[in-house]
């Protein structure tokens, strides 16, 4: 019951955050604003999800994760449930930095829980468990809402996920048992820095903290142009955007499955530059404008690469700090949704100025080199550690 409740916990912030990336066409008709500015939503709620991590690690390392998570999906809950009532845009944007900023204390709180209660022999796998909730939120939020936002609007849409992520938040409430802290000493910024000191002085913080952010805001950043990049291509709109993203989730998905299988065969830093090399070439292929049917295909590609390398760095991160875990996995998420803020702004200025083919290839480019770039880095560290 208790993973099942972790579950859960995924489920809540891939459905309060990641419904709205299909829904970029109809909001900026509805609200009346340029397609570039509603694609702000995703850097709205990014950016404040990355602040919060320096801050939300440390406490619940020192008052407990548990209570972190609950209320986190609380205030997550009552953000979306305000989004669907949202009068104007710019009152949409400030709710989802609230929910944006609430939704930073869940998951990457209840992976660093999962790794206090999992053996490190166990553990990759376990997260790649839990992360197939989020992919499955994902999946349902943004095929859901590309597919019913034509029969009942988007606000009704947005109104489902919020008691959607009001039910796990019940659940939460409900099934985390209260965590057991031993206090060393009061709780104090100069300690939180102290703590974050001692995980940096390990070299692979510095390889899974400099990737992170360049690998997340080249994918996850394409998210909410997919609609607007379709619709250039003559090649739909919302709905198959839904399909779209939603196929990249489930490409997450077929490797989570496949995961133990994949662990047998392939070191971790083969994964990084094996995931590189298909999250690149995807990217590539959505850039020749295929019809959206064969996107679909692309797109589980796209996941499917993705995951390899972002569980990979998962378990890295797991390994940096035995008594910061939360605080490590804190600043992972920081870096990573940093790059989710910055990724929408870049390609909100790169698409207009050269086209989509030119920004995709660029960004391919780029993931390429850096997988390649940190799998050397983590083989080289792995050798002076023997």
């Given at each position: 019951?208790?993973?099942?409740?972790?579950?859960?916990?995924?489920?809540?912030?891939?459905?309060?955050?990641?419904t709205f990336d299909p829904l970029t066409l109809v909001l900026a008709q509805d609200?009346?604003?340029?397609?570039?500015?509603?694609?702000?939503?995703?850097?709205?709620?990014?950016?404040?999800?990355?602040?919060?991590?320096?801050?939300?690690?440390?406490?619940?390392?020192?008052?407990?994760?548990?209570?972190?998570?609950?209320?986190?999906?609380?205030?997550?809950?009552?953000?979306?449930?305000?989004?669907?009532?949202?009068?104007?845009?710019?009152?949409?944007?400030?709710?989802?930095?609230?929910?944006?900023?609430?939704?930073?204390?869940i998951i990457p709180v209840t992976q660093a829980l999962i790794g206090d209660l999992?053996?490190?022999?166990?553990?990759?796998?376990?997260?790649?468990?839990?992360?197939?909730?989020?992919?499955?939120?994902?999946?349902?939020?943004?095929?859901?809402?590309?597919?019913?936002?034509?029969?009942?609007?988007?606000?009704?849409?947005?109104?489902g996920c919020g008691v959607i992520v009001t039910f796990c938040a019940l659940a939460?409430?409900?099934?985390?048992?209260?965590?057991?802290?031993?206090?060393?000493?009061?709780?104090?910024?100069?300690?939180?820095?102290?703590?974050?000191?001692?995980?940096?002085?390990?070299?692979?913080?510095?390889?899974?903290?400099?990737?992170?952010?360049?690998?997340?805001?080249?994918?996850?950043?394409?998210?909410?142009?997919?609609?607007?990049?379709?619709?250039?291509?003559?090649?739909?709109?919302?709905?198959?955007?839904?399909?779209?993203?939603?196929?990249?989730?489930?490409?997450?998905?077929?490797?989570?499955?496949?995961?133990?299988?994949?662990?047998?065969?392939?070191?971790?830093?083969?994964?990084?530059?094996?995931?590189?090399?298909?999250?690149?070439?995807?990217?590539?292929?959505?850039?020749?404008?295929?019809?959206?049917?064969?996107?679909?295909?692309?797109?589980?590609?796209?996941?499917?690469?993705?995951?390899?390398?972002?569980?990979?760095?998962?378990?890295?991160?797991?390994?940096?700090?035995?008594?910061?875990?939360?605080?490590?996995?804190?600043?992972?998420?920081?870096?990573?949704?940093?790059?989710?803020?910055?990724?929408?702004?870049?390609?909100?200025?790169?698409?207009?100025?050269?086209?989509?083919?030119?920004?995709?290839?660029?960004?391919?480019?780029?993931?390429?080199?850096?997988?390649?770039?940190?799998?050397?880095?983590?083989?080289?560290?792995?050798?002076?550690?023997?």
């Amino acid at each position: 019951m208790l993973f099942f409740t972790f579950l859960l916990c995924g489920l809540a912030s891939a459905v309060a955050n990641r419904t709205f990336d299909p829904l970029t066409l109809v909001l900026a008709q509805d609200f009346a604003v340029p397609v570039t500015t509603v694609a702000l939503i995703a850097s709205a709620t990014y950016l404040p999800y990355a602040l919060v991590q320096p801050v939300f690690g440390p406490i619940g390392d020192h008052f407990g994760k548990d209570r972190v998570i609950k209320i986190a999906l609380w205030i997550c809950a009552l953000g979306t449930l305000a989004s669907a009532f949202a009068p104007a845009f710019w009152m949409l944007l400030v709710l989802r930095v609230l929910t944006g900023g609430a939704s930073g204390g869940i998951i990457p709180v209840t992976q660093a829980l999962i790794g206090d209660l999992v053996k490190p022999a166990e553990r990759q796998i376990t997260i790649a468990r839990f992360t197939m909730s989020m992919i499955l939120g994902q999946m349902a939020g943004s095929a859901g809402a590309g597919l019913l936002e034509a029969w009942i609007g988007w606000r009704a849409v947005i109104f489902g996920c919020g008691v959607i992520v009001t039910f796990c938040a019940l659940a939460a409430t409900r099934n985390i048992p209260r965590q057991v802290v031993t206090q060393k000493q009061p709780f104090s910024i100069a300690q939180v820095i102290a703590n974050y000191r001692t995980i940096f002085r390990n070299p692979r913080a510095w390889v899974c903290y400099t990737t992170t952010p360049i690998v997340g805001g080249m994918s996850f950043g394409l998210l909410p142009f997919i609609s607007p990049i379709l619709a250039g291509q003559g090649n739909g709109g919302s709905r198959e955007a839904g399909f779209i993203i939603a196929a990249q989730a489930l490409g997450s998905l077929l490797l989570s499955l496949t995961l133990p299988l994949i662990l047998r065969v392939m070191s971790r830093p083969a994964m990084i530059t094996c995931g590189a090399l298909l999250l690149s070439a995807s990217l590539v292929l959505f850039a020749a404008g295929w019809h959206w049917t064969v996107q679909i295909g692309i797109f589980l590609l796209f996941g499917f690469g993705w995951f390899m390398q972002h569980n990979a760095f998962q378990y890295e991160v797991s390994e940096l700090s035995q008594e910061y875990r939360g605080s490590a996995y804190s600043m992972h998420a920081f870096f990573f949704f940093t790059g989710q803020f910055l990724g929408p702004l870049a390609y909100g200025q790169l698409i207009p100025r050269f086209g989509a083919p030119f920004a995709l290839t660029l960004a391919a480019a780029i993931i390429l080199m850096a997988g390649i770039a940190s799998a050397i880095a983590f083989s080289t560290l792995s050798r002076c550690a023997q």
